[in-house]
């Protein structure tokens, strides 16, 4: 492998996601599955994410907000027929036209919304497909209770729109005992009931593992196709999607009682080795993860000794082989070969405080990023 030129590289293999994809449609069967690529893809960009999946067959696709829905439609180079866009925030007034365009679908998330939708509709004179999000105790987008009443009394409201997906949102779905999971379900059956026929959908990649009940008509799994663990409480049966690797740019030893980096947060008990290696929090590698977690060299673990600082982190070394601990040299600090031996998104995020998601999501821009597979 060619030397990279950037001081770090984040290896995005294609089709993992696309197995991963397979993987959750078999769980869900019947039922298909769509995409969530929001944030672009979970920060590993749509543009490439987005094709690979068209290409084994995904056919819906989930974006938070306009423009990223705009963009995936150009990515996807393909114009409405084929593929469904839903922008789950919602439509605001001064983006219909482009919604209409770009042959977006809008997740409707107030009575308002509806209202204007079926109006934009009329003046248009043809339908416009919408989804239909009812709130089912998650608080935070999506008809509240009161609003579905009144909907559900007046489903005239409705003339004009091509209701596409009634859908609603878990809020425990990682924790398969949680009694909202089960009022959720309930809830949400009462409310797809009271509204003209449409197809359904609440679970996301967590939501698929508490059982078919939860599946309905289609699943919008995110986090689990790029890697991550949607069944937190047991091993991950997803393929790892990424790999960080980071450069050595220096490595140096250290004499008992000498410190390593800003605040001197890190103090030696004996010699050690240290290497610095080309990645800090301005490429989304936490600061909080200072002096905890590592990277792994040669098979061997390289804890984070000292704070991470904006561009580089320092990692004890003296227990990597002598031939690998030298400039120019890859450590792994997400994911790895495949060996097993690198660390999970999982125990990265456990390190920072935080979740996978948004360790993918703060994924930098600073990064060689090499595309792998996702072809044919
Ligand atoms: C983000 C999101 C998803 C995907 O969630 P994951 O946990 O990443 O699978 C699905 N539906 C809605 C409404 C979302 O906001």
């Not at 042959?103 to 998330?109: A, F, M, R």
């Amino acid at each position: 492998m060619s030397e990279p030129s950037l001081a770090a590289v984040l290896t995005i293999d294609l089709d993992a996601v696309r197995a991963n994809w397979r993987l959750l449609g078999e769980r869900t069967r019947p039922a298909p599955c769509a995409a969530v690529l929001k944030a672009n893809a979970y920060g590993l960009g749509a543009a490439r994410v987005g094709p690979a999946l068209a290409r084994a067959g995904c056919r819906q696709f989930f974006v938070a907000q306009l423009a990223e829905g705009v963009a995936l439609r150009q990515a996807l180079r393909d114009k409405t027929a084929n593929t469904s866009i839903f922008v789950l925030n919602g439509v605001m007034e001064s983006e219909r036209l482009s919604f209409e365009a770009h042959g977006l679908v809008p997740c409707l998330n107030d009575l308002g919304q509806v209202d204007r939708w079926a109006q934009f509709a009329r003046r248009l004179e043809r339908k416009l497909p919408a989804a239909l999000q009812v709130d089912t105790g998650m608080n935070r987008l999506g008809l509240p209770a009161a609003e579905l009443d009144r909907l559900a009394g007046e489903p005239e409201r409705l003339a004009g729109i091509d209701l596409r997906l009634v859908m609603s949102h878990l809020a425990c779905a990682d924790e398969p005992d949680h009694p909202l999971n089960r009022r959720q379900l309930d809830r949400f059956r009462t409310a797809a009931a009271r509204l003209p026929a449409a197809r359904a959908s609440l679970a996301a990649s967590s939501g698929i593992f508490l059982g078919p009940d939860f599946h309905f008509d289609l699943a919008r799994p995110g986090v689990a196709l790029y890697g991550a663990n949607p069944t937190p409480w047991t091993a991950n049966p997803m393929t790892q999607v990424v790999r960080l690797q980071g450069k050595i740019l220096q490595v140096r030893s250290v004499d008992r009682g000498e410190t390593v980096g800003y605040g001197a947060s890190h103090r030696f008990i004996r010699p050690r080795r240290i290497a610095t290696v080309g990645v800090g929090y301005a490429d989304g590698f936490l600061r909080a993860a200072s002096d905890r977690g590592g990277a792994v060299l040669g098979g061997v673990a390289a804890p984070i000794v000292g704070r991470v600082s904006m561009d580089l982190i320092t990692l004890d070394v003296s227990d990597a082989p002598e031939e690998l601990a030298r400039p120019g040299v890859l450590v792994d600090l997400i994911g790895g070969d495949g060996s097993g031996r690198g660390r999970s998104l999982e125990d990265v995020a456990a390190d920072a405080g935080t979740i996978p998601y948004e360790i993918l999501t703060a994924l930098g821009q600073r990064y060689e990023r090499r595309y792998l597979g996702g072809i044919g």
